[in-house]
């Protein structure tokens, strides 16, 4: 998944998740053709609606998710440019839009900013990436969806429209470190996975899912510092979780901590293996990486003779993950 700045390439599908977000709202303001003016303010960089102040999460070409956003700059001009896609519509809609406005900016100070749209099936982590981005401002939000930003610590305000109930946080966060650490023996018959690479070697590793000790040391090191538990609970030894993949694994996990405000920033992992690995390393960060959306470094030890991972009996990964809470 990348997180970029809005192109015209993904207008149409970044105003079709604007208008949804709000539908009830736009409808209201716009009328029938409410997505056709969103699409078309998109398109000129009409404020609210400016590519430059918004962020698309976009996945194999596919736009996931979109955050809009807008300063109190934005706020106060350009306006005029609504008279060239709504004609005669201008006088009913741009008298809601001044009075929706004025009251916005009763309570905006120009260091705060405004989130104009937050739609999608990612937007845990857009908003996550909007705070980060601007650590320590203001973030004001008019929305339909109240249980969404009160999870993260969103406080309730005064209203602008009866259809929307206000919400605003200082944008920060906090930074928690969790270590995972997993061994598994070598045997024969099975496939050496490891970051969800396979390894070309005559042994594998033994366990009940696919073994993979890199995936699963890292998923206890994101378990234990932010839900308190480990993989046996989450992924206990049952005939669902037999064979299963520990890359899939890791994924439901990093969703299921988005979900809940935590998201991984960094992760750094050891294994000890007398198995040779480096040529792989670039894969398994690659792998790892497009699951954790966070920087990855591997590193690999022999055990020098001291450690039973010498003797080729087993592998064994330690891994130190750095999560941010919002």
Not at 288 to 313: A, D, L, R
Request: with cysteine; net charge neutral.
């Amino acid at each position: 998944m990348k997180i970029q700045k809005i192109s015209g390439e993904f207008v149409e599908e970044v105003a079709k998740l604007i208008y949804l977000e709000k539908q009830n709202f736009y409808d209201e303001l716009f009328g029938s053709d409410a997505l056709k003016y969103i699409e078309k303010a998109l398109t000129n960089d009409i404020p609210p609606f400016q590519k430059d102040y918004g962020l698309v999460a976009v996945e194999d070409g596919k736009v996931l998710g979109t955050l809009l956003f807008a300063d109190k700059a934005s706020f106060r001009h350009g306006y005029q440019k609504w008279l060239k896609i709504l004609g005669l519509k201008i006088f009913p809609v741009g008298s809601k839009m001044i009075y929706i406005i004025q009251r916005l900016l009763i309570e905006f100070g120009v260091n705060d900013l405004y989130i104009v749209a937050l739609a999608g099936n990612v937007k845990e982590y857009l908003l996550y990436t909007f705070i980060k981005q601007n650590r320590y401002r203001k973030v004001i939000v008019d929305t339909a969806d109240d249980k969404f930003y009160t999870k993260f610590g969103f406080h309730e305000g005064t209203p602008v429209h009866n259809k929307l109930r206000r919400y605003e946080k200082l944008c920060d966060y906090e930074t928690l470190s969790g270590i995972g650490w997993d061994t598994h023996p070598l045997i024969n018959g099975r496939e050496l996975i490891l970051g969800g690479v396979k390894i070309e070697n005559q042994f594998g590793l033994d366990g009940h899912s696919d073994a993979d000790v890199l995936c699963h040391a890292i998923i206890d090191s994101l378990l234990g510092v932010a839900l308190k538990t480990d993989i046996g609970m989450l992924f206990p030894e049952t005939a669902e979780n037999k064979n299963r993949k520990s890359l899939e694994m890791l994924r439901k996990v990093v969703q299921n901590l988005n979900f809940q405000g935590y998201f991984p920033s960094s992760i750094d992992c050891v294994i000890i293996s007398q198995v040779k690995l480096s040529s792989y390393r670039q894969m398994m960060i690659e792998s790892v990486e497009s699951v954790t959306n966070c920087p990855v470094s591997i590193k690999f030890k022999s055990g020098n003779g001291v450690y039973p991972e010498s003797e080729f009996k087993g592998i064994t990964a330690i891994c130190v993950s750095n999560v941010e809470k919002i």
